[in-house]
């Protein structure tokens, strides 16, 4: 079964599709249109003032500022430095010799608590919070360098250290 359509009706339904898109476009272009009008001259006006008619003046001269006097300062006598020892290049530093711990008193950053031996010397200290690896070994007279030496399991150079963590004071063993 098939569709069969006359070669009459296709071309009728052709005929009012273009009709019918004519009527709606022809608004459309007829607006448009009516946008575009002739470009009109404009005319440009250039207003330039004029001073007012003055009497020519004195033009007035500069009064010249008197020149300072220098004041004279007497310059203060140099004193030579005190002589200094040579230093030797690539010496070798100082050894300092270690020794007990001790306790110079609570401060900021070192407050925690001590353990000693019988006869009074140091041998722990108890970390709370606030105080720092430098602070510790300030209170106890403790070169920073000797201190990490005697608490070799302390990590990052003494910059990490834990609240109830021990410290070893005694510069005899290693903690």
Request: hydrophobic fraction near 40%.
């Amino acid at each position: 079964m098939g569709v069969i359509i006359h070669h009459a009706s296709v071309r009728r339904s052709t005929h009012i599709s273009v009709v019918f898109a004519l009527l709606l476009s022809a608004p459309l272009v007829l607006g448009l249109s009516g946008c575009m009008g002739t470009p009109t001259a404009q005319a440009t006006v250039t207003v330039t003032p004029t001073p007012p008619a003055t009497s020519p003046r004195a033009t007035p001269s500069p009064t010249p500022t008197p020149t300072p006097e220098p004041i004279v300062v007497a310059e203060p006598e140099l004193v030579p430095n005190p002589p200094v020892g040579q230093p030797i290049p690539n010496a070798p530093a100082p050894i300092v010799e270690p020794g007990p711990a001790v306790d110079l008193g609570a401060t900021p950053g070192a407050e925690g608590s001590t353990t000693s031996d019988g006869s009074g010397n140091l041998l722990t200290y108890t970390v709370v919070s606030g105080d720092t690896f430098f602070d510790i070994a300030q209170r106890f007279d403790v070169p920073v360098q000797q201190f990490l030496h005697m608490n070799p399991s302390v990590p990052g150079l003494g910059e990490d250290i834990y609240i109830n963590q021990i410290i070893n004071l005694d510069w005899t063993a290693k903690r």
